[in-house]
């Protein structure tokens, strides 16, 4: 069964960075899986920040972070990172990544399974 884990989340400054991290096992396919990136702050509606199939050459970024965040996947590792820089209060919300076979329908949409997500918290 897919597993991820989140790490890498914590305190940052106003206009600092932050690379996030989420391991994939349970598969010897990582490279067949789209994975994304969203947010839920409390109280809100949770939010699909990146999303990058390898299978079908997609990365898209939410228009609240394009230009700062950076998703990337290393093979060898099994790991998706997000590299988020210029950070902003804003980006208060815990941070979780999913996963879906890049071979159904719409790989990005309607992820099946995910992460139990790591805090980011954005403040002076």
């Known amino acids: 069964q897919l597993q991820l884990v989140e790490s890498g989340g914590g305190l940052v400054q106003p206009g600092g960075s932050l690379r996030l991290s989420c391991t994939v096992s349970?598969?010897?396919?990582?490279?067949?899986?789209?994975i994304g990136w969203f947010r839920q702050a409390p109280g809100q509606v949770r939010e699909r920040l990146s999303c990058?199939?390898?299978?079908?050459?997609?990365?898209d970024y939410a228009d609240s972070v394009k230009g700062r965040f950076t998703i990337s996947r290393d093979k060898f590792k099994t790991t998706v990172y997000l590299q988020m820089n210029s950070l902003k209060p804003d980006d208060t919300a815990t941070y979780y990544c999913?996963?879906?076979?890049?071979?159904?329908?719409?790989?990005?949409?309607?992820?099946?399974?995910w992460g139990v997500g790591t805090l980011v918290t954005v403040s002076s």
């Open positions: 999913a996963a879906k076979w890049a071979l159904l329908p719409s790989p990005c949409d309607g992820m099946r399974e």
């Open positions: 349970g598969t010897d396919n990582f490279n067949y899986y789209a």
């Open positions: 990058l199939d390898s299978v079908n050459g997609v990365t």
